[in-house]
């Protein structure tokens, strides 16, 4: 190939999968209406933009995304790159590739560097170590080539999915459930104390916590699992 501009596009199909499959802890996941109007906007955005290579973020089944791209009307004009084991159960990552730009195989990445290390001693003699152990990618990084011109070196492509989590819900564990006394006691509870700003060093912020994730979902709903 011998282009002289190469356009990419990212687009997050908010969690695309079959009708009827679970997403999350929705035991029926889209429905048939739901996941057609679904598949026409992901047809209709991929023939609007028609980028040379479109990044997907949010993908759980590999015939959703093989539909929307063939009602697209442009599937000719493109690879797709999806996981083989794409069967509805997880979220990947995948990608289309105008014919003839991607060169060699797709890797999934899912582990982190060996020497990846999240630990510290802090940063003054009262602060105590932290240690964090995120062995992984909870949304595995896709990552392929492409060679726009032939006469240049491939390009790296990667299509991640850095997830945003909301609040680690620890009241949840077995852990927290097996020692009652000294953790559901303050569970219901309100709390609220200083806290230094880190930002300025001399302002003062004020925490709130409360136990009230059985609420917070109710109000939620059903979309929540849709942001995951």
Not at 195 to 219: I, Q, W
Request: some cysteine.
């Amino acid at each position: 190939m011998k282009l002289k501009r190469l356009s990419i596009g990212t687009f997050n199909l908010y969690n695309l999968n079959e009708p009827g499959l679970s997403i999350y802890t929705d035991k029926t996941g889209w429905s048939q209406e739901e996941y057609d109007r679904k598949i026409d906007w992901t047809s209709r955005t991929i023939r609007l933009l028609r980028p040379d290579i479109f990044g997907f973020q949010e993908l759980w089944h590999s015939a959703s995304i093989e539909r929307a791209l063939t009602e697209s009307g442009i599937a000719g004009e493109y690879d797709l790159i999806v996981p083989e084991n794409a069967n509805g159960e997880r979220i990947v990552c995948a990608a289309i590739g105008r014919k003839g730009l991607i060169i060699g195989e797709p890797e999934w990445i899912k582990r982190f560097p060996e020497k990846f290390i999240l630990e510290s001693s802090g940063d003054d003699p009262q602060t105590p170590a932290i240690s964090v152990s995120i062995p992984s990618f909870s949304r595995p990084v896709l990552h392929f080539s492409v060679r726009p011109r032939e006469d240049h070196e491939p390009i790296h492509v990667y299509v991640c999915h850095f997830k945003s989590k909301g609040p680690t819900k620890v009241f949840q564990e077995d852990w927290f459930e097996a020692d009652g006394a000294i953790y559901k006691k303050t569970r219901d509870q309100h709390r609220c104390g200083d806290l230094d700003d880190p930002t300025n060093g001399r302002g003062r912020g004020v925490a709130f916590h409360s136990d009230r994730a059985d609420e917070r979902d109710a109000h939620s709903g059903h979309s929540t699992r849709r942001h995951q």
